[in-house]
């Protein structure tokens, strides 16, 4: 057995080892308590031990430990995405024309109290069958429009080196696939998985891309930046997915430190998801308007490419919420908003009529 293994036996499921890390606040003894049978919880011996024993505010506290305003959501829902609706074969999601998710596995090595597939998370660990694999394999190859495949879950990265690696060449193998990526948190709640053997066993289907999960600086210690390096150093380039949380992220000088610090251990900033409307969630949902100012924030006072692009997941794909820095149209000018909050006009005539006709439409569908 690999050491992440034995870690991941070891992880804090029950009340008493919780209290090994942390003392409990009447709202987490609350919902440890009333839980069961409601959500999962888990958390990996590493990502407890990032906890702040004393302040339930902690960041990474917040992120894991059960609280009873989880039990208290009236506007949450339990498929916010509809996603069991648009699962052409059971684990599929296909909702873009070019790609499709596929959920490769059912189990985290730490569950998020915000989690959007909460409704099926679970221990167990059952990755998806042989069948259930070979029927979502079948339908990528039935749609030469697909291109880009997301294996995403659960975390994949908590299936044995050998199974990953196949079921990244099976899908690789089909010939319009251009594209193989997975989604997994292990880098950040269990850096250990992240061997120097399992990366290379991945760069070797190219181009393979993976896309980890960071909140908050706290989470970036030196062995999380060590997993994203052996990640990174194989030849694999890495992404970064947050989501928006109350009392976690939803400030403009954290996700700038997160920002810099991703880009400093070579990894992008790519999303930052408005936490949805889910059953469970209520107590780390920031308004949409703020969120917007929070990420306009960022814009120009940082590095570009340190900033990640504030999206809302809908059944219908991902909707940018950007701010509006264009303000219009002034004559044969475009009136616009810069980062500094000067107003800039840039020179922009309307095409005449017969120039019109010329153009391509650029939203074709
Ligand atoms: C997010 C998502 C993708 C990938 O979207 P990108 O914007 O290309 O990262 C694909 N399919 C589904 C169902 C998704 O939710």
């Not at 505010?57 to 009873?68: A, H, L």
């Amino acid at each position: 057995m690999n050491d992440w293994q034995e870690e991941l036996r070891n992880s804090v499921t029950t009340v008493e080892q919780l209290e090994q890390y942390i003392n409990l606040t009447p709202d987490e003894r609350e919902g440890l308590a009333r839980i069961e049978g409601v959500f999962n919880w888990s958390i990996s011996p590493y990502y407890a031990s990032l906890m702040d024993r004393d302040d339930p505010d902690c960041p990474v506290r917040r992120q894991v430990v059960p609280r009873v305003q989880e039990l208290h959501d009236e506007l949450g829902v339990w498929d916010p995405l509809h996603e069991e609706d648009q699962s052409p074969v059971k684990n599929l999601i296909h909702i873009y024309p070019d790609r499709v998710a596929f959920l490769v596995s059912s189990v985290c090595a730490t569950f998020c109290r915000f989690c959007l597939r909460k409704r099926m998370v679970d221990t167990a660990g059952c990755p998806l069958d042989d069948d259930n694999l070979a029927e979502g394999i079948d339908y990528i190859r039935s749609r030469p429009a697909v291109r880009d495949v997301l294996l995403t879950g659960g975390d994949p990265l908590l299936m044995p080196d050998e199974q990953i690696e196949e079921i990244v060449a099976r899908i690789h193998a089909i010939p319009h696939v251009q594209l193989v990526r997975i989604g997994t948190r292990t880098p950040c709640t269990l850096p250990s998985r992240v061997t120097e053997d399992l990366c290379r066993r991945l760069a070797r289907h190219q181009p393979f891309w993976i896309n980890t999960h960071f909140n908050h600086p706290k989470e970036l210690t030196p062995e999380a930046v060590a997993a994203c390096a052996r990640i990174v150093d194989a030849g694999i380039p890495m992404g970064n997915q947050s989501v928006l949380l109350k009392g976690v992220n939803d400030d403009t000088a954290v996700l700038k430190e997160l920002g810099e610090r991703l880009v400093a251990a070579r990894v992008r900033p790519y999303y930052l998801y408005q936490c949805q409307v889910l059953k469970g969630t209520v107590h780390f949902r920031v308004q949409i308007e703020r969120g917007v100012q929070i990420v306009r924030g960022l814009r120009g006072r940082t590095t570009g490419f340190a900033i990640p692009q504030y999206v809302l997941d809908t059944p219908h794909g991902k909707v940018p919420l950007n701010y509006q820095y264009l303000k219009g149209r002034q004559g044969d000018g475009v009136v616009m908003e810069t980062y500094s909050g000067k107003t800039w006009t840039e020179p922009n005539p309307v095409p005449t009529s017969c120039e019109r006709q010329a153009e391509p439409n650029p939203v074709s569908s």
